[in-house]
């Protein structure tokens, strides 16, 4: 057996099975090997019969002296009942419908199960196991049986021993496993050979092999990921011809002349990373990461200027019509007189226009271009293309990233921008293929956003409060987590909320509501109203968590905060306190459940992106936070990026130096490809 075959060659498993297995993406002797337990039982504290306690479940062991076989009344079910004895005490042992079990309780047998105790015989004293988890029978000592058991994620119509019987058929023909750490890698960090670290994750013969075989698990997930992310990084340093851009000049200087403010500490020292990145000979590969408002537009901007006085063209990629816009508007009113021609790839334009602006841009009559995921498409063709910038970076992923770099006749340089925050440690897994910039504090001036959690019986004084704001001149956002109401669902809709405020406590003031299932011309009228002042209330869902900057819009209402994430309602309380007003953000939720209570009260106490990211990874996990902030990675499995710290930078320090044996590095590669196949596939390809 090999684990490539398919399950159908493991011994149990026919093609029903196989066709339950598929449904939770198992399909191959591999894929189950790697459905690790999501929990273990303890069942190495053996009760005496003497010491049970009635309605707990408990491990006995006896032996059996006595089986009977009955029927139940109206249901006629097969009933098998074995007497145990330990030498302490007695109990008797029910199996309900289990036919197979007759030929397996034999008298004089071990028996070792775990399961819910009750008493029998209506209390008179005498204890039965009618409720049995999980049992063995054999013939040796009790201490050669597995004691910590795993529990498996499985469906109803999966039992935990169908896993646990299947995974142990593939160990009995598995002689070996074929190794993915070098012997040496392995030896540094102490780490199990593979074939036992799978079978003591499975199988774990004592707590501390368990933890040891889980840590070799993780770090085999991670040098691999770090493998495939050191690749990717190198491979801007090798093959096409790359740019070397000169000292910044006139251009760049008159630039940041025209800036109305003076650059930050913390943005001057980013702006001088980038900088010397893109005068080295290697390409410059960079995230900047700053919370919103921190601006990172602003670095994108001179970035931008420095590659067109070098000779050639930059693109901006924005997720959104309208953040795209929003840089146009900004950069066509801030570079203006200074000769450059910008233009905005928009999806308004007509077909006419478009291929006009094509033409401009392959005739490079066009300097910088803003625009969409429109920027990646096979019409789009540069000139000469020296920089990439990507806003808000998790929106599209390494091989959005990689299409729009091809377009280039060289490596161009890229440049990164997120204002979702990441723990600092972490950027390492998230953007193992860049070097990382932030930037910590926000330009002074902005004003600190106060934050309020209230449950939903104060609706009727915060939107009070909310229409003496709107008298006083403010403007104001309500947020809603979905755009129709559902009988189904209990969740607040758009639609719904902008027809009771509207024509209920705001029936006076100009409101308007903005959801994604409007036509985009349709949006730009309400945005563009709303920008002007016109509206005073916009009632919108999460269309509006990036891009929009309306200084006048001093209060945010969010109802049923609970429904969101915490970088989510981080990055729509960033709409307000843009202004010189005090700004306001208003949770309203009535969820009783304590995690989500948490969450929302630590929004509530801080307004640091980097610890809200940190508590958010805490409370829903970290197993998927690859795919969510990275499109193109694959999800871990075992290693818990929080947590696992350690591991990681051991991860990252092996694979570095493997990094530097070509031989040896190839062949993790070809694993890399076949484990996460098309995860890593067309990145690698590129």
Partial sequence: MILTDSVTKIKGVGPKRAGQLKGLG??????????YPRSYEDRSKITLLSDLVPCEIQTVAGTILNVTEGRTGRRNLLVLTAFISDGHGYLTITWFNQKF??????????????GKVEYAYRGRGQFAMSYVKDF??????????????????????????????????????????????????????????RLEAYREIHFPSTKEKLLTARNTIAFEELFLIQCGLLYIKSQTATGQKSIRHITSGKMVRQVLGKLPFKLTADQAKVWREIEQDMEKNIPMRRLVQGDVGSGKTVIAMLALVKTVENGYQGALMAPTEILAEQHYASFTETLADTGLKIALLSGKLKKSQKEELYDKIVRHEIDIVIGTHALIQDAVKFAALGLIVTDEQHRFGINQ?????????????????????????????????????????????????????????????????????????????????????????????????????????????????????????VKEDIMGRFYSGEIKLLVATTVIEVGVNVPNACIMVIEQADRFGLAQLHQLRGRVGRGSEKSYCILISDNKSRTAMERLEILE??????????????????????GSMQHGLPDLKMADVLHDMDILLNARR?????????????????????????????????
């Fill in 101 to 114: 079990l007759k030929n397996k309780l034999k008298v004089g047998s071990k028996l070792l199960a775990t």
């Fill in 136 to 193: 063995v029978v054999y013939d040796g000592e009790f201490d050669d049986y597995n004691v910590i058991t795993p529990i498996y994620h499985s469906t109803g119509s999966i039992k935990q021993k169908f896993f646990r019987d299947s995974i142990k058929n593939v160990f009995a023909e598995l002689d070996n496993l074929p190794e993915v750490i070098p012997e040496e890698i392995a030896r540094k960090y102490d780490l199990l050979d």
């Fill in 401 to 521: 990233r990689a299409l729009l770099e091809k377009k280039s006749a060289f490596s161009p340089d890229v440049l990164v921008m997120t204002a979702t925050p990441i723990p600092r440690t972490m950027t390492l897994t998230v953007y193992g293929d860049l070097d990382v910039s932030v930037i910590e504090k926000l330009p002074p001036g902005r004003k600190p956003i106060r934050t309020f959690l209230r449950n939903k019986d104060r609706r009727g004084l915060i939107y009070k409060f909310v229409l003496e704001q709107i008298r006083l001149g403010r403007q104001a956002y309500v947020v809603c987590p979905r755009i129709e109401a559902d009988e189904d669902s209990d969740q607040s809709a758009a639609e719904q909320i902008y027809e009771e405020l509207s024509t209920g406590i705001f029936k006076n003031v100009n409101c308007g509501l903005i959801h994604g299932k409007l036509k985009n011309d």
């Fill in 26 to 35: 198992i399909n191959t002797v591999a894929d189950l090997v790697n459905w």
């Fill in 654 to 686: 092996a694979a570095i130096e493997v990094f530097a044996d070509k031989e040896l590095f190839t062949d993790i590669l070809k694993e890399v490809h076949d484990r996460y196949g098309q995860k890593f596939v067309n990145i690698l390809d590129n």
């Fill in 605 to 626: 106490s801080t307004s640091d992106g980097f610890k809200l990211a940190e508590a958010d990874i805490k409370l829903r996990g970290a197993g998927q936070f690859f």
